[in-house]
């Protein structure tokens, strides 16, 4: 897979965030050279994927991620619901990417007066629950109202960056896999939020400041039995 600005795939979190922000660039500034996506690249990734980053994201329509970072076949691997919730079948495909495909950076993606987030504030403001199983995205999202709550932040889009790096937490805290990969290294996970009228994609959970985010590490070895 040829990535455009460099000789191969990024190998560390670093390098896929750099080349995430890259592209996003790109998408603002009406530059973009959706790399990728020609015939011959289509037959070359036919027989195997080695994405770059996996991106859990809203299911937003406006939020498509290989269009606003500039990415294509074979560069993301995708997961999105409504309001970036995590149940078992996201946890499980997160995993793959991480553990199977040896994919080194996870990406949360929220964005701006999300639906989602704003639903469960009104729900949770007039004890009110959605019918069906719209009551399960607004339940996930409920901790987030809180945690924003007890850091005194009021405001939508305040709320909205909170519920990102409040998903973040909640995949390294529910999923062993993952949580291993980050601590050897081998993998990262951070939160960035979307910004539906510019196009522009800002962090809002960061790498962590550490040396084993910008090394290429080994593939992840099998965990042991618990």
């Not at 750099?18 to 289509?42: I, K, M, S, Y």
């Not at 399960?136 to 009021?154: E, F």
């Not at 290294?185 to 196009?199: D, E, I, K, N």
């Amino acid at each position: 897979m040829t990535v455009p600005g460099s000789q191969r795939p990024p190998a560390t979190p670093a390098q896929a965030l750099a080349e995430l922000q890259a592209g996003n660039r790109r998408f603002v500034t009406g530059d973009t050279r959706h790399p990728n996506q020609d015939a011959d690249h289509r037959a070359a990734v036919a027989d195997g994927q080695h994405p770059f980053a996996v991106i859990l994201g809203c299911s937003d329509s406006r939020l498509a991620a290989e269009i606003i970072f500039d990415r294509g076949l074979g560069d993301l691997f995708v997961v999105r619901t409504a309001g970036h919730t995590v149940g078992a079948e996201v946890l499980g495909s997160v995993e793959y990417a991480v553990a199977v495909l040896g994919t080194p950076l996870v990406v949360v993606l929220g964005h701006d007066s999300c639906g989602a987030v704003q639903a469960a504030r009104e729900a949770d403001g007039t004890g009110t629950a959605p019918s069906g199983h719209l009551g399960a995205i607004v339940g996930a999202v409920v901790p987030s109202l809180r945690r924003a709550a007890r850091q005194g932040v009021d405001d939508i889009e305040g709320i909205v960056d909170i519920h990102i790096s409040h998903t973040v937490d909640v995949l390294l805290e529910r999923s062993v896999t993952l949580a291993r990969a980050v601590e050897l290294g081998q993998c990262a996970v951070v939160g960035m939020s979307y910004r539906l009228a510019a196009g522009e994609v800002q962090v809002v959970a960061p790498l962590p400041a550490d040396d084993r985010y910008t090394l290429a590490a080994g593939p992840l070895a099998p965990a042991e039995p618990r």
